[in-house]
């Protein structure tokens, strides 16, 4: 019989989430059900979303609770099924956990149709939910139009580094990214197409902004939220458009921030400012056939590049998780659990 290792959530986070905070658990690989099927993970990611999933308090998907599994999207390969719909063998990407094996009713998964030329070990770092908010953050809530303004936090992030080559690839004018490192940066500039970036470590973020930006800003990919956010109110234009994907700055802190003091700039500039994730559009199957067909075509032609950070080991994902935290990943951060 098949060993299941699993995580378990044991102790609310105060700060960044690491080792203490989780139990590894053992017990027997569970048996799917009628109308359902087993997963054999393969891929695990990690997400900033993570941390929020943690709290006590329920954001928009219910609170891990203490003791239960943790909560994560997988990559897996169906081993046992009792879903005719969802035959053994079938890839899947899934809303799962932190674990060897997930059990799925088909609910919140969806088969993996992978395009030749695109490793399967990729996928989280193009497709689903980090791709996907990305195309549909800049084309249906940041409505970009050619010739734009767009300004990308986290850009060197896992969304954030595809958000600034697809505003590139959809006609920006001008695209400026800001990241944590002189590297980052580098790799923005060099690599990814901006036409500046910005440290916001060590440069003054409104003064750099503003002479990145003469002409005003007019679509924000948020990842961040914070003084960055703050910045960009100060710049927008008129009918500017703020898609927020994120709000890492305050995911450690486990009670609410305060805003930006010029929200009236919202108002003065007759601006929209949107939240959005990426389940919003799960629903609109012509519209994620058409970012997935984007995604593969831009790869496949050079001009959607990515970065995977890839660890090793189930038993690693609490330690590798600190790592989006503490600003030592590049791209996206993915745990393999089991060889393909």
């Known amino acids: 019989m098949a060993t299941n290792r699993s995580w378990h959530l044991v102790k609310r986070p105060q700060g960044t989430l690491g080792n203490e905070h989780f139990e590894l658990r053992e017990s027997p690989a569970p048996e799917p059900a009628d109308g359902q099927v087993r997963i054999r993970n393969l891929y695990l990611s990690l997400d900033p979303t993570n941390r929020i999933w943690t709290r006590e308090k329920d954001s928009y998907m219910p609170s891990v609770p203490l003791g239960g599994v943790m909560r994560g999207l997988t990559i897996g390969r169906i081993d046992k099924s009792r879903n005719p719909a969802l035959p053994e063998g079938t890839i899947v990407s899934a809303l799962g956990g932190w674990e060897d094996y997930s059990i799925s009713d088909g609910s919140l998964l969806w088969k993996i149709d992978q395009p030749k030329g695109i490793p399967l070990s990729a996928r989280f770092a193009l497709y689903e939910h980090i791709g996907t908010p990305a195309y549909f953050g800049l084309t249906r809530v940041g409505q970009l139009k050619k010739g734009d303004t767009v300004v990308v936090s986290a850009a060197a992030?896992?969304?954030?580094?595809?958000?600034?080559?697809?505003?590139?690839?959809?006609?920006?004018?001008?695209?400026?990214?800001?990241?944590?490192?002189?590297?980052?940066?580098?790799?923005?500039?060099?690599?990814?197409?901006?036409?500046?970036?910005?440290?916001?470590?060590?440069?003054?973020?409104?003064?750099?902004?503003?002479?990145?930006?003469?002409?005003?800003?007019?679509?924000?990919?948020?990842?961040?939220?914070?003084?960055?956010?703050?910045?960009?109110?100060?710049?927008?234009?008129?009918?500017?458009?703020?898609?927020?994907?994120?709000?890492?700055?305050?995911?450690?802190?486990?009670?609410?921030?305060?805003?930006?003091?010029?929200?009236?700039?919202?108002?003065?500039?007759?601006?929209?400012?949107?939240?959005?994730?990426?389940f919003d559009f799960a629903a609109d199957t012509a519209g994620w056939a058409e970012c997935d067909a984007a995604i593969t075509r831009w790869h496949l032609d050079g001009k959607l590049k990515y970065r995977l950070d890839l660890q090793q080991g189930l038993e690693n994902a609490p330690t590798a998780i600190g790592r989006l935290f503490n600003g030592t990943n590049t791209g996206k951060l993915v745990v393999q659990i089991a060889a393909e």
């Open 157 to 278: 992030g896992a969304a954030g580094s595809l958000a600034l080559q697809m505003a590139r690839n959809l006609g920006a004018g001008r695209v400026v990214g800001l990241a944590g490192s002189a590297s980052k940066c580098k790799w923005l500039t060099d690599e990814l197409g901006a036409d500046v970036a910005i440290n916001y470590k060590t440069d003054d973020i409104p003064k750099a902004l503003a002479a990145a930006c003469p002409n005003g800003i007019d679509v924000y990919f948020d990842n961040t939220g914070g003084p960055i956010l703050g910045a960009v109110l100060d710049l927008i234009n008129m009918n500017a458009r703020i898609a927020i994907c994120g709000n890492i700055s305050s995911y450690d802190a486990d009670c609410d921030q305060p805003g930006p003091r010029n929200l009236f700039n919202l108002l003065f500039k007759r601006a929209r400012m949107e939240g959005f994730v990426c």
